[in-house]
């Protein structure tokens, strides 16, 4: 299927490794050219020639950390206006609850909260005024129900969730859509922190929690970066216009529920 958004412009934030690159790479492939993003540069670079490697589109990687002004500032003159705003970056480290203090309560919620918002909002004017634009926020499935020791990114980005509802609705009549998708478990450098710290709590080895952790996904497996950025691409697409404020939850039936 032609995407319709050959020749669109794109930021990605936290896209040098993982979801972020699915969706960088998938972008690529539909004509979209990209900023990329990740704090470590030559993990960015590597990722930029991989991206050029298989589309022919401009890739401009910059080293920043997004969830600070200058970070954003980098971003977005590296791109003023872009079409597409992909929000992402790492998530809070898996902890228990009771060993959070008020300083990394605050960077959970800045870092999934705050800086989606502080994106969209300067990005969403030309958007409006030149009546496309097209937004996704990586959240997660711990959104709709708890994972054990994620208990900051679960609150932080129910936050985001309920925070874009609305603005979402304010921006639909204007071509623009906000949109998230809810990763459950995806094949990627942070499902491997996730394994060993897992691991660590319950005194065993991090295969045995990946083979778990897989075992009870209805589909027996995880999920790949690829498949999620085709997700993605499409949520960006120009035959997507229509969805909007959505939660697309991407996570081969692990959230037993019918809606
Ligand atoms: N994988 C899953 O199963 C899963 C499930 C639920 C939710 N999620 C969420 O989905 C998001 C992406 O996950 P992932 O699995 O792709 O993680 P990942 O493999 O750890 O990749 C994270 C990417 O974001 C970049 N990044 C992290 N912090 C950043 C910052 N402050 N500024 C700029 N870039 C930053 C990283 O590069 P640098 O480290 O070089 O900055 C990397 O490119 C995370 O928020 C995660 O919590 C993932």
Redesign the pocket.
């Known amino acids: 299927m032609d995407l319709g958004i050959s020749g669109r412009r794109a930021i990605v934030?936290?896209?040098?490794?993982?979801?972020?690159?699915g969706c960088a790479l998938a972008l690529a492939e539909a004509g979209v050219s990209l900023v990329i993003?990740?704090?470590?540069q030559t993990?960015?670079e590597k990722t930029a020639d991989d991206i050029r490697r298989v589309a022919d589109v401009e890739v401009i990687p910059v080293a920043?950390?997004?969830?600070t002004a200058e970070?954003q500032a980098a971003l977005l003159e590296a791109c003023a206006e872009p079409d597409i705003l992909i929000n992402?970056?790492?998530?809070p480290p898996f902890k228990d609850f009771r060993d959070l203090d008020r300083a990394a309560m605050i960077d959970g919620v800045t870092?999934?909260m705050i800086t989606p918002i502080e994106l969209i909002q300067k990005v969403i004017g030309p958007m409006s005024a030149q009546r496309f634009g097209r937004i996704v926020n990586?959240?997660?499935?711990?959104v709709k129900m708890p994972v054990p020791g994620l208990d900051l990114?679960s609150g932080a980005r129910a936050g985001l969730t309920s925070f874009l509802a609305g603005v979402a609705r304010d921006v639909a009549a204007h071509n623009v859509t906000i949109n998230n998708i809810?990763?459950?478990?995806?094949?990627?450098?942070?499902?491997r922190?996730?394994f060993a710290a897992t691991a660590k709590r319950a005194e065993t080895s991090p295969d045995t929690i990946a083979e778990q952790w897989a075992a009870s996904v209805p589909a027996k497996r995880?999920?790949t970066?690829e498949e999620f950025g085709k997700a993605c691409a499409f949520l960006c697409s120009a035959h997507a216009g229509y969805i909007t404020g959505q939660n697309l939850l991407l996570d081969g039936g692990r959230y037993p529920a019918a809606f």
Do not use: H
Request: hydrophobic share 25%.
């Open positions: 934030c936290g896209s040098s490794q993982g979801l972020g690159k993003n990740g704090r470590d993990k960015l920043a950390d997004v969830g970070g992402n970056s790492g998530g870092m999934n990586i959240t997660s499935i711990s990114s809810l990763p459950g478990y995806f094949d990627t450098e942070r499902l922190q996730g995880f999920g970066p």
